[in-house]
Protein backbone atom coordinates (compact mmCIF):
# COMPACT_ATOMS: atom_id res chain seq x y z
CA UNK A 1 0.00 0.00 0.00
CA UNK A 2 1.28 3.65 -1.21
CA UNK A 3 0.34 6.24 1.04
CA UNK A 4 -0.40 9.93 0.74
CA UNK A 5 -0.67 12.21 3.62
CA UNK A 6 -1.86 16.15 3.20
CA UNK A 7 -3.69 18.78 4.69
CA UNK A 8 -1.32 20.06 7.08
CA UNK A 9 -0.19 24.25 7.93
CA UNK A 10 0.24 26.51 10.25
CA UNK A 11 -2.69 27.21 12.56
CA UNK A 12 -3.66 29.12 15.62
CA UNK A 13 -4.59 27.46 18.93
CA UNK A 14 -8.14 26.82 18.95
CA UNK A 15 -8.23 26.39 14.79
CA UNK A 16 -9.11 23.24 13.04
CA UNK A 17 -7.27 21.61 10.17
CA UNK A 18 -8.35 18.04 7.95
CA UNK A 19 -5.83 16.10 7.40
CA UNK A 20 -5.98 13.16 4.30
CA UNK A 21 -4.21 10.33 3.68
CA UNK A 22 -4.96 8.68 0.20
CA UNK A 23 -4.17 4.87 -0.52
CA UNK A 24 -3.27 3.19 -3.82
CA UNK A 25 -1.62 -0.37 -4.48
CA UNK A 26 -3.90 -2.72 -2.64
CA UNK A 27 -7.29 -2.92 -1.79
CA UNK A 28 -7.64 -0.29 0.77
CA UNK A 29 -11.08 -1.75 2.35
CA UNK A 30 -8.78 -4.60 3.64
CA UNK A 31 -6.87 -2.66 5.85
CA UNK A 32 -7.66 -0.56 9.12
CA UNK A 33 -6.15 2.78 9.07
CA UNK A 34 -3.93 5.30 11.44
CA UNK A 35 -2.32 7.97 12.19
CA UNK A 36 0.58 8.96 14.32
CA UNK A 37 2.10 11.82 15.08
CA UNK A 38 6.01 12.70 16.30
CA UNK A 39 7.09 15.83 17.76
CA UNK A 40 10.77 16.77 17.58
CA UNK A 41 12.86 15.38 19.97
CA UNK A 42 10.24 13.15 20.85
CA UNK A 43 8.74 9.48 20.14
CA UNK A 44 6.01 8.81 17.46
CA UNK A 45 2.72 7.94 19.07
CA UNK A 46 -0.39 7.14 17.99
CA UNK A 47 -3.15 9.13 17.29
CA UNK A 48 -6.15 7.89 16.29
CA UNK A 49 -7.19 4.29 14.33
CA UNK A 50 -10.50 3.17 11.93
CA UNK A 51 -11.04 -0.49 11.32
CA UNK A 52 -11.12 -1.64 8.20
CA UNK A 53 -15.06 -1.01 8.04
CA UNK A 54 -15.18 2.46 9.21
CA UNK A 55 -17.50 0.75 11.92
CA UNK A 56 -15.10 1.15 14.90
CA UNK A 57 -12.50 3.98 16.21
CA UNK A 58 -10.28 4.33 18.76
CA UNK A 59 -8.29 7.63 19.97
CA UNK A 60 -4.92 8.60 21.69
CA UNK A 61 -6.76 10.43 25.31
CA UNK A 62 -5.14 13.71 24.48
CA UNK A 63 -7.19 13.83 21.50
CA UNK A 64 -10.38 12.47 21.92
CA UNK A 65 -13.18 14.87 21.83
CA UNK A 66 -11.20 17.33 19.72
CA UNK A 67 -9.50 14.62 16.41
CA UNK A 68 -12.35 12.66 14.55
CA UNK A 69 -11.00 9.94 12.48
CA UNK A 70 -12.90 8.72 9.28
CA UNK A 71 -12.48 7.10 6.52
CA UNK A 72 -14.11 6.98 2.11
CA UNK A 73 -13.29 3.61 1.17
CA UNK A 74 -15.04 4.12 -2.48
CA UNK A 75 -12.24 7.14 -2.73
CA UNK A 76 -9.53 5.01 -0.89
CA UNK A 77 -9.03 7.90 1.66
CA UNK A 78 -8.98 8.46 5.33
CA UNK A 79 -9.49 11.65 7.34
CA UNK A 80 -8.24 13.32 10.54
CA UNK A 81 -10.20 16.17 11.42
CA UNK A 82 -8.35 18.43 14.53
CA UNK A 83 -10.32 20.74 15.98
CA UNK A 84 -9.63 22.62 19.52
CA UNK A 85 -5.91 22.65 18.25
CA UNK A 86 -3.11 23.19 20.51
CA UNK A 87 0.09 23.79 20.31
CA UNK A 88 1.32 20.43 21.75
CA UNK A 89 -0.20 19.10 18.58
CA UNK A 90 2.56 20.45 16.49
CA UNK A 91 4.13 17.45 15.12
CA UNK A 92 4.85 15.61 11.96
CA UNK A 93 1.49 13.59 11.56
CA UNK A 94 1.86 10.07 9.42
CA UNK A 95 -0.77 7.95 8.23
CA UNK A 96 -0.24 3.71 8.45
CA UNK A 97 -1.76 1.00 7.19
CA UNK A 98 -2.17 -2.32 9.28
CA UNK A 99 -3.70 -5.78 7.99
CA UNK A 100 -4.94 -6.64 11.27
CA UNK A 101 -8.04 -5.07 10.39
CA UNK A 102 -9.25 -3.19 13.49
CA UNK A 103 -8.74 0.23 14.88
CA UNK A 104 -5.44 -0.63 16.51
CA UNK A 105 -2.35 1.13 18.11
CA UNK A 106 -0.12 -1.19 16.83
CA UNK A 107 0.75 -3.49 14.19
CA UNK A 108 1.34 -1.11 11.32
CA UNK A 109 2.48 -2.66 8.24
CA UNK A 110 3.13 0.47 5.45
CA UNK A 111 3.63 3.96 6.24
CA UNK A 112 3.03 7.17 4.11
CA UNK A 113 5.28 10.24 4.57
CA UNK A 114 4.32 12.83 6.76
CA UNK A 115 2.78 16.15 6.60
CA UNK A 116 3.53 18.83 9.04
CA UNK A 117 0.88 20.67 11.55
CA UNK A 118 1.91 23.58 13.65
CA UNK A 119 0.27 25.22 16.27
CA UNK A 120 0.87 28.63 17.57
CA UNK A 121 0.46 29.83 20.56
Known amino acids: VQLQASGGGLVQAGGSLRLSCAAS????????MGWFRQAPGKEREFVAA????????NYANSVKGRFTISRDNAQNTVYLQMNSLKPEDTAVYYCAASGLGYATSKGYDYWGQGTQVTVSS
Open 50 to 57: ISRSGGST
Open 25 to 32: GRTFSNYA
